[in-house]
């Protein structure tokens, strides 16, 4: 057992250095001699466990005699450890790959392939209040929402995708090039949901609305504006204003629709209506009805498409 | 001289702070070398590094005074003549050199000791399955060394058939020394030609070749102080002057046209291409260290540190000397194995604890696997090891025989 042991850890050595290569290969040849049923005769086992006793025996007696006791017990454990881990290591690949995450969809934790854990950052939505529960993956949905209230792209597609983010939000900033990557690839039923859960000019949303309102082609141009402008930009009312005017809007006109009660009150719906998705951060994506939270690599995305 | 004068001479061990740090008990396999050695192999190539023998001029003379220095000093050590030392690599060619120039007859025997490193023994073998000759091997008796009434008793089976007796001075596996001068006596009164592996007998003990009589002696430089590729073979003049060099080029010939050439004196002829010389120069100073040392000193320090060691293996149950249980007969060397403990792992447990010993079959294999012996550690000291050394020893070995 202990031979395989050291195959696997010699072989990952190896690849940095010759010297665990060597080592790597004289494992192999105690492992493939086992493997065809022949005894293991290179002495492979017992310099390893020289090495490591020897090694113990500076420490304690004991210990090196105990160790030596078991070793083969170590082995077997050390072994079945290895197996596991490599189960989970291959779990892992396989979820990054899937989900952009080696911990599942939308699952946070530590991730190899991922180790600062982008893949899974969001903006919080969470306004200060203290719910009861705190929401989680499994309460994210779209079966309650009215989605017309919002502005989309009819496809004549059997894909769906909802895409709930925040202009001023990184995370969110990040995804939409993704997003709209996969959108001009694919045949896609888009909507986009802008949930405001940043500091934003208190306008903005308003504006936002009002925009959809009077013209949807240019609201999507608009729409981009808003995610290649800066985070600073979209505090100001000016620059706001000189993007608006940019898409061909007549200022004056997207100013009135938003003073409005009905627009007002049109917000205020959009904002509750969203809460019924549950969503804890931004971005969220739903396609297809599964939710996606974070920045994702755009294959995810892609493989979630039908 | 005193263990820190002694040890003051060997740049590797003058680099440990303390014995923890590095013990080398692996003298059989290859010894360390002392200043004098590297210093004058250093001033070769720094100060007159050019061809030896055959360029007439300043410097090539200083080269060419210096191997015959170097071919007089190994002469005097083995008490021989000059033109009898010719340079090889090692041992292992010394004997090849042997194996290949004696004119071999189908049916001519050749008999080794039971205990012959592979070095002594895979020649003989191969010439019996290309040439037809017989290999056949004389037991050791009790004491472990070759038992003289059986090599008789071969001698008297073949009758006038032995060519060649080939032994080793000392055996590398558990340091025993065979009666060389009653082996040649006997070998000779049947007309056998004696060659004797003096590997590890040389660094121990002082041989003369004319007292043993022996037909052929070969050794290695790196066993005794030495560079690593210098090896010396002796061989009675008029037997070397019978001898086609099994290799002939650049300065084995005195003249050659395009189509003969006259070869040179020996032992000249059977150096060829250019040689060694940086290492032919510091076998010359390791002869002289060695001198210096003086064979009486080297011997008492070996048995100081054998009956040590051997005393404290002794009064372990599980573990078994190889050879005699005296020390005094086994130079520097004590051979061990521990029932139900690999060879291997101890010397890699011992190592941990900056040991060095030898550990397997230690090139004897075909001892071990006559008597179905795993292996064995090889424990060789040499005169710079101490006391204090075999002490770290021993205690070190005392822990590790309690962890397995």
Request: hydrophobic content about 40%; overall charge positive; glycine content about 6%.
């Amino acid at each position: 057992m202990a031979c395989i042991i050291a195959l696997i850890v010699f072989s990952i050595m190896g690849l940095f250095s010759a010297t665990h290569r060597q080592l790597a290969r004289e494992a192999f040849d105690c492992v493939f001699r086992r493997v065809t049923f022949r005894p293991c005769n290179t002495g492979f086992k017992e310099k390893i466990r020289g090495r490591i006793i020897g090694k113990l025996l500076k420490r304690s007696v004991a210990l090196a005699k105990f160790s030596n006791k078991y070793f083969e017990v170590f082995a077997w454990i050390f072994f079945l450890l290895t197996v596991a881990s490599t189960g989970y290591t291959i779990k892992g690949g396989y979820n990054f790959y899937r989900y952009g995450s080696c911990n599942g969809l939308n699952q946070g934790g530590f991730c190899a392939f991922d180790p600062t854990g982008k893949n899974n950052a969001t903006s919080s939505v969470a306004d200060g209040s203290c719910p009861i529960k705190q929401p989680t993956t499994k309460d994210l949905t779209l079966s309650a929402v009215d989605l017309e209230l919002f502005q989309s792209k009819k496809a004549d597609s059997k894909n769906d995708l909802v895409f709930v983010g925040c202009y001023s939000c990184d995370y969110t900033r990040k995804a939409y090039p993704v997003v709209k990557k996969l959108l001009e690839k694919e045949n896609i039923n888009y909507t986009f949901i802008h949930f405001s859960v940043k500091n934003e000019n208190e306008n903005f949303p308003l504006y936002v609305y009002a925009a959809s309102k009077i013209d949807q082609e240019k609201y999507w141009r608009l729409n981009d504006l808003f995610f290649e402008a800066s985070k600073e930009d979209l505090q100001s009312q000016e620059k706001i204003d000189k993007m608006v005017i940019k898409v061909g809007y007549d200022l004056q006109v997207i100013k009135d629709e938003a003073q409005k009660e009905t627009t007002k009150q049109a917000v205020q719906k959009q904002i509750e209506e969203i809460r019924k998705t549950h969503i804890y951060g931004t971005p969220t994506v739903f396609i297809n009805g599964r939710s996606i939270v974070g920045p994702k690599p755009y294959r995810v995305y892609k493989l979630m498409l039908r | 001289m005193n263990d820190s004068s002694i040890q003051s001479n060997f740049p590797t061990l003058n680099k440990r702070k303390s014995i923890e740090e590095f013990v080398y008990f692996d003298n059989a396999c290859t010894t360390l070398r002392p200043k004098s050695v590297i210093n004058a192999m250093n001033k070769y190539y720094e100060e007159y590094s050019v061809c030896g023998e055959r360029s007439l001029h300043k410097l090539g003379k200083m080269v060419s005074d210096k191997v015959h220095e170097t071919r007089s000093l190994v002469a005097r050590l083995i008490d021989a003549r000059k033109e009898e030392i010719v340079f090889t690599r090692n041992t292992t060619e010394s004997i090849n050199f042997v194996a290949y120039s004696i004119d071999w007859k189908k049916g001519d025997v050749v008999l080794t000791s039971d205990k012959e490193h592979n070095s002594n023994l895979l020649p003989w073998i191969r010439l019996s399955a290309k040439l037809g000759t017989v290999h056949a091997v004389v037991k050791s008796d009790s004491n472990g060394s070759i038992d003289l009434l059986y090599l008789k008793e071969l001698l008297e089976k073949y009758n006038g058939k032995v060519k060649l007796v080939a032994v080793t001075l000392s055996s590398n596996l558990d340091g025993i020394t065979n009666p060389v001068l009653e082996i040649a006596r006997l070998g000779h009164r049947y007309g056998a030609l004696i060659l004797v592996d003096a590997a590890q007998g040389l660094p121990h003990q002082s041989v003369s070749v004319k007292k043993f009589d022996v037909d052929f002696l070969a050794f290695s430089g790196h066993k005794m102080l030495g560079p690593s590729g210098t090896g010396v073979l002796y061989g009675k003049k008029k037997l070397l002057e019978e001898f086609e060099p099994f290799m002939i080029g650049g300065g084995t010939v005195v003249k050659s046209t395009y189509n003969s050439y006259c070869l040179e004196n020996i032992p000249e002829r059977f150096e060829a291409g250019l040689q060694d010389y940086a290492g032919i120069i510091g076998l010359g100073e390791a002869v002289k260290f060695i001198q210096k040392v003086g064979y009486k000193e080297i011997a008492r320090r070996d048995l100081e540190l054998n009956k040590y060691i051997t005393d404290y293996l002794c009064s372990i149950e599980r573990v078994h000397i190889i050879g005699a249980n005296e020390p005094e007969k086994r130079g520097g060397i004590i051979s061990f194995y521990v029932d139900g403990a690999d060879s291997h792992m101890i010397a890699l447990m011992l190592d941990e604890a900056n040991i060095m010993v030898r550990s397997g079959q230690l090139c004897v294999h075909s001892w071990f696997s006559d008597k179905d012996i795993q292996g064995a550690i090889r424990v060789s000291a040499y005169f710079y090891n101490t006391l204090e050394e075999a002490e770290y020893f021993t205690k070190t070995l005392s822990n590790i025989l309690k962890a397995v």
